[in-house]
């Protein structure tokens, strides 16, 4: 059975917290599972974590799940929307931050006609001490309807780069194109892989790239469905598909998965969130299928 279809099955056994969304345990962790008129979606509390969202209109997630991904305490989930922060890649210890790893509080939990919101937070504590001694607040809201909206606020007194590392679910890479990505880019890969035509993107061979021009809207057609996402303060797209190889050698990935997701993540890397004490530090996105 289909790991989605698992936790979409566990909502009938779970506590409810409004009309479509019941909190229930999946593995390890806590997680809320939402089935609205407008959409199926899930949240894991660990991480703040986004773990798949399909609209109503739509026959297959837009936003994937790997049927690997582990539900193990501290431990990335592969998939969904994980929140690197407050630093990406390797830029520190552990990879993409701790944000990912620690347990976030729901802070509320609200619904319409339109879809569900929720609002989830993460202050420094014992967890996230072992990590990084700073005092912060971190904020995550999320709207899922027949949109799914995210945005990330934080306080604190340093700089972060961050990523919300999206994977998107696609038809098949061999047909996707993705524009809107400009010309400049920073290739996080020793390899020529030259994009055939400039600020478009297709896939032939592992590609991981950092875009620091891109516009504010971006398309990935797949040959059958076209999905929009618009970043909001951001500034920079970062595009990776792992390819053949390198999903091999991932346990949390299945052999064939790298053909049906692609991560086009909504990034401040190249222009860190300078946190303040005192105002928020925001960006986000938003993802429709057009
Ligand atoms: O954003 C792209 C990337 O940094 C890749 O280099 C790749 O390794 C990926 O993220 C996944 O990282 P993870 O730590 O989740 O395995």
Redesign the pocket.
């Known amino acids: 059975m289909s790991i989605i279809k698992q936790i979409l099955d566990s909502y009938a056994t779970g506590s409810s917290l409004s009309l479509s969304v019941h909190q229930n345990i999946f593995g390890e962790l806590p997680v809320l599972v939402i089935k609205h008129p407008t959409c199926s979606a899930a949240v894991s509390l660990q991480g703040a974590h986004l773990l798949f969202w399909q609209p109503s209109t739509e026959t297959t997630p837009v936003i994937w799940l790997s049927q690997k991904a582990n539900f193990k305490k501290e431990m990335?989930i592969r998939g969904g929307v994980?929140i690197c922060w407050p630093w990406f890649?390797k830029l520190g210890d552990p990879?993409?931050g701790f944000a990912r790893l620690v347990e976030w509080q729901l802070d509320s939990c609200k619904e319409d006609n339109n879809g569900v919101d929720l609002t989830l937070s993460l202050t420094n504590n014992q967890q996230t001490e072992r990590f990084f001694t700073k005092p912060f607040q971190a904020w995550l809201t999320i709207h899922v309807g027949q949109t799914c909206e995210v945005t990330l606020s934080c306080q604190g007194d340093f700089e972060a780069t961050s990523?919300l590392?999206t994977y998107f679910g696609i038809n098949n890479i061999d047909n996707v194109t993705v524009k809107g990505l400009g010309d400049l880019y920073q290739d996080?890969l020793p390899v020529e892989n030259k994009p055939a035509i400039l600020g478009q993107l297709t896939f032939n061979q592992e590609v991981?790239r950092v875009y620091t021009n891109a516009d504010e809207a971006i398309t990935i057609f797949d040959g059958k469905r076209t999905i929009k996402l618009t970043n909001i303060n951001a500034s920079d797209v970062?595009t990776?598909n792992p390819w053949i190889d390198k999903v091999k050698a991932m346990a949390d990935f299945a052999d064939q998965e790298y053909q049906s997701m692609v991560?086009v993540?909504t990034c401040r890397i190249n222009k860190p969130l300078k946190l303040s004490t005192t105002q928020k530090s925001v960006y986000g996105f938003k993802i429709e299928v057009i």
Do not use: N, Y
């Open positions: 990335a994980p890649g990879m993409h990523a590392h996080r991981d970062v990776w991560c993540e």
